[in-house]
């Protein structure tokens, strides 16, 4: 089946400092989706990209959906304490219309060092 | 405010029971749904589709007869895991896709303990 590589796998920051982190995928997704999840709690929809090459932000969020429909990046700026927590790509097959499951990279684990 | 709710949120059973978990659509009428399996420190596995009114189609290495899914109304599709064992131990999650934007909404989650 489809695997999506999300690196890397914890991080270590300081307070402000930016972060990024990526997903590489052996196959090809029409969408790509950023979520942030809470321990103890499902995932919150971070950033949703439907179209290859869009770059999209949300605030202090900015993705990236790659060229090649097999790669997509989250990039944080100044990072604050909220930040903290499990952030995770996800591919989807189909094009945003509801109707595929979500291929799960493993998580990055955000950690920020005051 | 929650536009997929799932209950119960957290269950504690006994070896050989079932569990019924619910996961309901606040907000849309969904004809898909999706269930996934998290284990600690790990990331979510898709288990099952659970289609309104039809079967439910699993993933691969999923047992459908242990994991029992009924889609039978556009808002509820509930996930039953039968003679639950120990290593059935997990957080289930599901997630419903909003009909025209497509926009894919998480549940609470709940975490399932079978001592």
């Known amino acids: 089946g489809q695997q999506l590589n999300q690196s890397p796998q914890s991080m270590f920051i300081q307070e402000g400092e930016d972060v990024s982190m990526n997903c590489t995928s052996s196959?090809?997704?029409?969408?790509w989706l950023w979520y942030k999840q809470d321990p103890g709690e499902g995932p919150v929809l971070l950033i949703a990209?439907?179209?290859?090459?869009e770059l999209t932000s949300n605030g202090r969020l900015t993705a990236q959906f790659g060229t090649t429909r097999k790669d997509s990046f989250l990039n944080i700026s100044a990072s604050i304490p909220s930040d903290v927590g499990i952030y995770f790509c996800a591919g989807q097959l189909g094009s945003g219309g509801g109707a595929d499951g979500l291929t799960f990279g493993k998580g990055t684990h955000l950690i920020i060092q005051p | 405010g929650a536009v997929v709710s799932q209950h119960p949120s957290r269950v504690i059973c006994k070896s050989g029971t079932s569990v019924k978990i619910e996961c309901r659509s606040l907000d849309f009428q969904a004809t898909t749904m999706f269930w996934y399996r998290q284990f600690p420190k790990k990331s979510l596995m898709l288990m099952a589709t659970?289609?309104?009114?039809?079967?439910?189609?699993?993933e691969q290495g999923v047992e459908k007869d242990k994991f029992l899914i009924n889609h039978a109304s556009l808002t509820l599709s509930t996930l039953t895991v039968t003679s639950a064992h120990p290593e059935d131990s997990s957080f289930y999650i599901c997630s419903a896709g909003r009909p025209n934007t497509g926009e894919l909404f998480f549940g609470e989650g709940s975490r399932l303990t079978v001592l």
């Open positions: 659970s289609n309104e009114g039809s079967k439910a189609t699993y």
């Open positions: 990209l439907y179209k290859a090459g």
């Open positions: 196959s090809i997704f029409n969408t």
